[in-house]
Nanobody, 119 residues
């Protein structure tokens, strides 16, 4: 009943920028934290950035100063602005949201969007 739909991935050269979007839809009562994770081949899924409903953001060490997470609560959407991209940022990026549906909170995940950074 809840969907997270991501968009904005693609191929970019090193030093370039991309913006990812993730929109939540369905029978949503409330959304707490929203965030982005990524997984490269052979690696574990790792936190990229997280933002609370109040707007407090936190970042993984490897992206601090280059990526910015922000959200539009009216649109139930979270964004990830990625600047100064590096080849090591290449991964599938997954949106995550803590959503309460029918008074039950749980984690929801998007389907993932590929980001490829060429050197």
């Amino acid at each position: 009943q809840v969907q997270l739909v991501e968009s904005g991935g693609g191929l970019v050269q090193a030093g370039g920028s991309l913006r990812l979007s993730c929109a939540a839809s369905g029978s949503i009562f409330s959304i707490n934290a929203m965030g982005w994770y990524r997984q490269a081949p052979g690696n574990e899924r790792e936190l990229v950035a997280l933002i609370t409903s109040g707007g407090t953001a936190m970042y993984g060490d490897s992206v601090k100063g280059r990526f910015t997470i922000f959200r539009d609560n009216a649109k139930n959407t979270v964004y990830l602005q990625m600047n100064s991209l590096k080849p090591e940022d290449t991964a599938v990026y997954y949106c995550n949201a803590q959503i309460t549906v029918l008074m039950v909170p749980r984690d929801y995940w998007g389907q993932g969007t590929q980001v490829t950074v060429s050197s």
